[in-house]
Nanobody, 124 residues
Framework: HVQLVESGGGSVQAGGTLRLTCPAS????????MGWFRQAPGKEREGVAAIYTRGGSTFYADSVKGRFTISQDTPNNILYLQLTALKPEDTGMYFC??????????????????WGQGTQVTVS
């Protein structure tokens, strides 16, 4: 049984920082990509960042490059997303997800089979 549980969201002022955490249990050993996605009110869900679990290569949406950092604690199977220089347009529900089918470099949602429930980020 795969379980992804996001935490660390909150309400911050523009320019602030947050760190999102996602411990992953039951994720298949073959899972080779973990990612963060977000959905703003009234908008479709979009990719934010992804990381190959082996090798650690990272990928980012243009809108967050230079401001967000994805990382992982591989032995403990925890995914992180550091958010800095936050903007109001970063507001949304943030989800972590796991894929055994690729989708890392292009943040392709359809390849991610396992999803958490999300954590809310609000920037004012």
């Amino acid at each position: 049984h795969v379980q992804l549980v996001e935490s660390g969201g909150g309400s911050v002022q523009a320019g602030g920082t947050l760190r999102l955490t996602c411990p992953a249990s039951g994720v298949p050993q073959s899972s080779h990509c973990m990612g963060w996605f977000r959905q703003a009110p009234g908008k479709e869900r979009e990719g934010v960042a992804a990381i190959y679990t082996r090798g650690g290569s990272t990928f980012y949406a243009d809108s967050v490059k230079g401001r967000f950092t994805i990382s992982q604690d591989t032995p403990n199977n925890i995914l992180y997303l550091q958010l800095t220089a936050l903007k109001p347009e970063d507001t949304g529900m943030y989800f972590c997800a796991a894929s055994t089918r690729g989708g890392c470099s292009a943040l392709t949602q359809v390849y991610f089979q396992h999803w958490g429930q999300g954590t809310q980020v609000t920037v004012s």
